[in-house]
């Protein structure tokens, strides 16, 4: 099954019916020009929850905030509150219009169809309704379609392009071009004071751009000026922009500028070893994103062998206990509160994830590539490796479905049609148990794998 690369911790939505529960937020069905009429028919923003099927976070919000009474009174009341499937039908287009890159994402959309504000990732309710107030101020501050026009009229001065840079920050619209454009139009001696550093290291600047070079050739002058914390800030914004331009390279399949963005990794990294790790996966994602399947399946194996396999998981797990127990503690012993809801989901969340904080990523690894096998590689002999891998997975999360219908995948494709079956049906067992929301997905694939469709 699909693996999230990019965000963790952060439901398949249940029947229309469900999702308009009286006590949480009401989805309005139907497409989403209706949502955008009723919008402009009420004069309120639209709610927009972009979510996948297989992501976590997503299903985690649908079972734990969306049907909250409070969030629901707030949220019907002001706003048309709509959700759509990123990865099919309308939700591909809407998805590419308005930029979605990670799950779930949230955009408050005016009638007009222009976006007002945007957040990404699971919250509790609490924080969810925070930012609920802050799409509502935001759409009452200058709308982007403004500074689109003075910008392409030719308004250039500094402070303006440093409040369209604002304004494009937080609707999370990255614009390498409209950051150097803001250098250019400061004077040299000013490149670093407070406001412009602020704007560089809160908009990530891409590999090759001037806004790039000025902090990557000055982290020692960026030291000087805005201290240790300014350097660690400056390298993080340059670790992010190194990122996103290897990202867009993988999607636009441009290789010359992922060697760009491989060599300013290896450049920046204080521990040669992690700039390898980092340019070996992006190398790896970037021979799948151009289905080569010989080079990814060569780049996988060289991966999976030089940092999965060689993996201690007894240690990482020793390592788990002893990081839980130093988190839990303070929640046992009464310093941390438990009766607040933020309280109660920080203990929840601790309790889920915190043992298998450092184990569960190398674990993961295993059934990655042997998704991206099945979903990349035809050859028999790499298929059979991407069983084992699969099969290591399952040996150390048995109870995993989506482990389980990746094993049953690569069976089906190897043509063991029956015992694919019979996986198939154990993931969906497992689903139902832990969690039903998306049992439908797992059943769908059991009804292609029986009609031989899939």
Known sequence: MKTQFFIPLLLLPLAVLAQESPSGIAFLPGAWKDAVAKAKAENKLIFLDTYTTWCGPCK?????VYPDAKVGEKFNAAFVN???????????????KYQVTAYPTYLFIAPDESLVYRTIGSRPAAAFMAEADKATQASKGRPIG????????????AAFLAEFLEKKKVLGYDDPALLDAYLAALPADSLLTARSFALLVANPPQVGTK???LLADNLDKIRDLHRVAGQQKARMALQNGVLASARRAIKEKDRPRLEAALAAN?????????AARLNDDLTMEYYKAAKDAGKYAEATRNFMATYVEKANLDSLRALDERMYAQM????????????????REEYAQIRKYARTMNAAPVVSQYNRAAWGFYETVSDRVALRQALAWSKRSLDLEPENPAYVDTYAHLLYKLGQQAEALRWQQQALDLARKSEPESAKGYEETLQKMKSKTL
């Open 211 to 213: 806004a790039f070079a």
């Open 146 to 157: 403004d500074f689109e026009a003075a910008y392409a009229a030719g308004k250039r001065d």
């Open 266 to 274: 290896t450049r920046l990294a204080r521990r040669p070893q992690d």
């Open 82 to 96: 709509y959700k759509i499937d990123a990865e099919k039908g309308e939700g591909i287009a809407l998805s590419k």
């Open 60 to 64: 985690w919000m649908d079972k734990n």
């Open 328 to 343: 839990i503690q303070p929640f046992l012993t009464g310093k941390r509160d438990t009766t607040s809801e933020q309280g």
